[in-house]
């Protein structure tokens, strides 16, 4: 072929291509909108605002269950508009694993398959959660450890609360009460979290050092498997059963769920949920309409929204950099393979005399929803207006 004619073909080719390109990215510009939510179905949903530069990095967001209100309420939107606030143009894909460890597991392989570039999961297994994250780390994705620390395995970063401390502030708010009520050492029937649950256990140990140190009897113990009200109920019914209804001076329960159990335990066996005291967890609705009526004693009040900013600061900063990067300042935490950098929160002790100056004036919950209908009173008695 002369050379003439093989450059005007060469050229030809070139021009081709470059206008194939063009079309190419005519079409396919809008695909990946600021803020955007993909789900399971691969359904966008408005994540949030405005359009910077830049790409932005493909987030999962693996929840554990929503039998607890918090995920779906709290962690779920604070994560949202965390994100939404360091990075316009970052996508989630979220995803809830309904309280089904294998399901959850699934949900990491969707996740990878959609191209996610950071997960962050909140395990409903700690040790079965291995799996998700090595099966990321494989691929070259990390993993951020949200509110339950991963156990053997390449988590590169982990943001919860000190939940030794929380259970310590339970058992401590509890004993004080015992002896203000005259019964310093109980006895008392201890309903704890899921044992799958690496945070149910390290509450459960936090209130045993407090209980043991105060003399505190525990006459009755028990772990709650998937941290539901119902399995709580049970197991307070057959305490109640065993005990007496005056065999027993208060229930130390892990959250306001299973709090909730104990309590309709106790009114089923037709005793006074006010004259033995019930602890919780999470500052729910539920749980502080339980504390305004006087049927639930106290709550722990544990503020999402931080956590939920240092999770989104962790996974932008992965996703951009390789590294963590946080504004609070971080500790070594061994997983049993990993020191991992991890955040640990403070948490408080919410009792009715509190609510208005934690949970109202941080806004975590608002006077409208905790006020409403039969709560009316007893809100106006705490000084809360709706």
């Not at 959660?129 to 994705?141: F, S």
């Not at 105060?214 to 057959?238: L, M, S």
């Not at 006020?371 to 809360?384: D, L, N, P, S, V």
Request: glycine fraction near 10%.
């Amino acid at each position: 072929m002369p050379q003439s004619a093989w450059m005007k073909r060469a050229l030809f080719a070139a021009f081709a291509l470059l206008v194939m390109a063009a079309v190419v990215a005519g079409c396919g510009g809008g695909s990946s909108s600021s803020g955007k939510e993909t789900t399971e179905a691969n359904e966008s949903a408005g994540g949030g605002g405005g359009t910077s530069g830049g790409e932005g990095v493909k987030i999962a967001l693996l929840l554990p269950e929503n039998e607890t209100p918090r995920y779906e309420t709290n962690d779920k939107p604070d994560f949202y508009k965390a994100v939404e606030a360091q990075c316009p143009n970052c996508e989630i894909s979220y995803f809830n694993a309904g309280g089904d460890a294998e399901k959850q597991a699934s949900q990491g392989e969707a996740a990878l398959t959609q191209g996610a570039e950071v997960m962050v999961v909140d395990p409903m297994d700690s040790k079965a959660a291995a799996v998700i994250v090595e099966k990321a780390h494989a691929q070259e994705v990390p993993t951020v450890s949200y509110d339950r620390l991963i156990e053997n395995s390449e988590v590169a970063g982990y943001v919860s609360f000190d939940n030794e401390r929380v259970g310590e502030q339970q058992a401590e708010t509890l004993s004080k009460k015992l002896k203000e009520i005259g019964k310093p050492k109980g006895p008392i029937i201890m309903i704890n979290g899921d044992p799958a649950d690496p945070n149910a256990a390290l509450f459960k140990e936090g209130a045993h050092n407090v209980f043991g140190k105060e003399g505190v009897e525990i006459a009755k113990e028990y772990d709650t498997p998937g941290w539901t009200a119902e399995n709580a109920q049970r197991e307070a019914q057959q305490a109640i059963t065993a005990l007496g209804n005056n065999g027993f001076a208060a229930i130390y329960a892990a959250n306001d769920e299973t709090g909730g159990g104990a309590i309709a335990a106790m009114k089923g066996a037709g005793i006074n949920p006010e004259e033995k005291p019930v602890t919780g967890q999470d500052a729910t609705v539920a749980g502080l309409q339980r504390i305004l009526k006087g049927e639930q004693f106290m709550t722990i009040y544990k503020p999402i929204e931080p956590e939920a900013q240092i999770a989104a600061e962790m996974a932008i900063s992965l996703g951009e950099t390789g590294e963590v990067e946080t504004k609070e300042e971080t500790e070594l935490i061994n997983n049993g393979k990993a020191e991992v950098p991890s955040v640990l929160l403070t948490s408080t002790p919410v009792l009715k005399d509190n609510i208005k100056s934690t949970v109202i004036a941080d806004k975590f919950v608002s006077p409208a929803e905790l006020c409403e209908g039969a709560f009316a009173a007893a809100c106006k008695e705490a000084g809360i207006s709706g």
